[in-house]
């Protein structure tokens, strides 16, 4: 089973809205039972927010990630050779959007060497799929309103994700590292997220298949669900509270 923090009830509030991007020092929240409602005035209560906010990790969580097996093949080498010749910084460096194309070809390699850069964008583009039954269950979560949003680490090759399975129609592109210039688990990523959504850091579900991505947002006061597989994240959803089908009726399961 998925490592699962705290099944709490999910309450109506208002909308979320845009703001600024500000860095924010972690603070010490914990779960507690209930998520409490963050209504900032009558007006916003008019209209409804149905929570959980679900934040989803893409790669190996939503998509597979052609990196470990495509990007190697494409070079002609092992994971483990491909590991030792490549720059150490340069995919992180594009990964949070500090350099652009041009620069991750020119560094890349440690010694520089050119190499077809559309040929490993083509290649990684074959390689993105669905994570078995991870689509089915993005259907059904959008199908019964959640707000659902990327959370992840990764460049502006996002956009070519997007292209090949259209995930921007079941959720928003909006924590990406390339936008905010920084990657998970830095506490400041997660910070911003809950600055930005404007809700109760308990009243988010965060999905990651990496257990330090998971605890970050547990430490943030997150609710995190370490992903294993479609099977397991739709029972421990269930159990948080969440409806996949529109006959199935909102209750209160977890009431304290």
Same mark, same amino acid.
């Given at each position: ?12 509030? &208002? ?111 074959? &390689? ?87 605890? &970050? ?23 948080? &509270? ?15």
């Amino acid at each position: 089973m998925a490592t699962l923090f705290n099944p709490t009830n999910f309450l109506s509030i &208002g909308p979320a809205k845009s703001i600024l991007r500000v860095s924010t020092s972690m603070k010490n929240n914990t779960i507690t039972a209930n998520f409490s409602t963050c209504i900032d005035s009558p007006a916003s209560a008019m209209e409804k927010r149905k929570l959980p906010v679900l934040l989803f990790d893409i790669m190996d969580t939503i998509v597979r990630d052609p990196f470990y097996e495509d990007v190697p093949a494409f070079f002609g080498m092992s994971m483990k050779e491909l590991m030792e010749c490549k720059h150490p910084n340069a995919w992180n460096e594009f990964e949070k959007g500090l350099i652009s194309e041009d620069d991750l070809a020119r560094k890349f390699f440690k010694d520089g060497r050119h190499f077809d850069l559309e040929g490993l964008k083509t290649r990684m583009k074959e &390689g993105y799929s669905f994570i078995n039954g991870m689509e089915e269950l993005l259907q059904d979560l959008k199908q019964n309103n959640y707000e659902m949003h990327a959370f992840t680490n990764y460049p502006s090759w996002y956009e070519m994700i997007d292209e090949k399975l259209k995930l921007s129609n079941y959720l928003s592109w909006t924590f990406c590292s390339c936008k905010i210039g920084k990657q998970k688990p830095d506490p400041h990523f997660y910070n911003e997220v809950i600055r930005y959504l404007e809700i109760e850091p308990k009243s988010c579900v965060f999905i990651d298949d990496r257990k330090k991505n998971v605890d &970050g947002a547990v430490n943030a006061g997150m609710i995190g669900l370490h992903f294993r597989d479609a099977e397991v994240l739709r029972q421990d959803l269930s159990l948080l &509270g969440v409806k996949f089908s529109t006959g199935e009726l909102e209750c209160n399961c977890f009431s304290s």
